[in-house]
C-alpha cells in the first residue's frame, strides 16, 4: 500500500482492498491511509496475524452529519440515528463486501423516537430513515457526568436485523433490546443469531449547537479457536479503551483504534478497509416505476386536491413530481411496455 502501488481500477477496487491488502499495520500504513481518506468516512479490519479473530474499527462523522441534515434531525434523534448508522455498518461483517448484498438494522422501541432503519451495501453506501425525527432531549447522569440516555429515546422493543444476499427472500433476525444503547444489543444479537462472540463499542458526540461531532465504532469478533493468551490480551485492551467518541474527538483514526484493540505483541495486520458514504441510490426511474403502479383511482384523487402527484424519498429526502399530463405519459410509456410480454403469453398458450 505504498506509494509505488498501483491502485485497482474503479469497479474492482472494493473486493481487491478487502481480500489483498493483507499489511502490517506500521506507521507507513497509517500514513498511507490518513494520506488516502483524510477527512472521509472509512471502516478498516485488523487481526493478529496468527490469531482466528477480527477487529473493525470505523468512522462515520460526516455520514452521521449528512443523515442529521437530510433528515433534519433534533439532537437526541440524530444521536440515536448516528448509534444505528455505525452499528449497520459494524453488521456489514455479515455480507460479502465490494457487492450490492445489503444488512439492514432497525431498532423499534415503545419510545418516542419510535423506530429507526439504516441500510449498508457491501460498497459503504448507507442510507437510513427514523419515525420521529424531532425527539426532545434526554440525558442521565453516569460517573457524575452527564450523558445522552438513548435508552429513554428507544424504549423497550426489538432490534431486527435484515440480510439480503441477493438469493431471494431475505434473512430476518429479531432479538429484544436488552439495554437500548445499541452497541450492547448488537453484541447480543450476534452472540444469540449469529453465534458470534463479540464485544462492541459505539459513540456518537455533539457540538455546542446540538449537531453531530464525532461518530464511529469498534468490534471485536472471535472466530473460534482464538487461545487464551490472546483473548485476555485483547480483553484487557478493550477494558482500557477510552469511549470511541473521545477517541475521535482526539484525532484517532480507525486504524489506531484497531492498533489498540490489538497490540503489537499480536502482529496486528490490516485485512480490509473501505470509504463508507451516505447515498440514496433513488433516481427517476425508480420513481417512474411506483408512479405506473399506482391505482387509476388514487392517481384521479390526488389531481381532484393537488396540482401535482408528489414522491418523496423517506431515505434522502429528494421531491419527484409530475404533472397529470406526465403521470399519463408515464403509466402510457409502462401499459406499451407490458404488451410484448402479454402477447408472447398469449402465444405460449396456444401453442401448449
Known sequence: MGKEEKRPPEGEREETAFYDWRKKIDEQVKRDLKDYFQDRDYVVMAVPKEEPLRVWAVKATNTARTAQRVHRLSPMAAAVMGRAIVGAILLSSLIKHGTDQKVGLKIEGDGPIGYVYVEVDGKGRVRGLVKNPDVPLFTKEVNGKTKLDIARAIGNGTLTVIKDLGMGKPY?????????????????????????????????????????????????????????????????????????????????????????????????????????????PCDEKIVEGVVAGLPQEEVDKIFEENQFLEVTCHFCGKVYRYTREQVEEIRSRAREEEKPSDRKEEGDKENS
Open 172 to 280: 430476518v433476525g429479531v432479538v429484544p433490546l436488552v439495554s437500548g444503547e445499541i452497541a450492547e444489543d448488537i453484541a447480543y444479537y450476534l452472540a444469540q443469531s449469529e453465534q458470534i462472540p463479540s464485544a462492541v463499542g459505539i459513540g456518537v458526540k455533539l457540538d455546542e449547537k446540538g449537531e453531530v461531532k464525532v461518530a464511529g465504532g469498534w468490534m471485536v469478533q472471535e472466530m473460534g479457536g482464538t487461545s487464551e493468551k490472546a483473548l485476555q490480551v485483547i480483553e484487557d485492551a478493550v477494558k482500557k479503551l477510552p469511549p470511541v467518541s473521545d477517541l475521535l474527538e482526539q484525532g484517532k483514526r480507525p486504524e489506531d483504534i484497531a492498533l489498540m484493540i490489538i497490540p503489537e505483541e499480536l502482529n496486528p495486520h490490516l485485512l480490509g478497509l473501505k470509504e463508507i458514504e451516505y447515498y440514496c
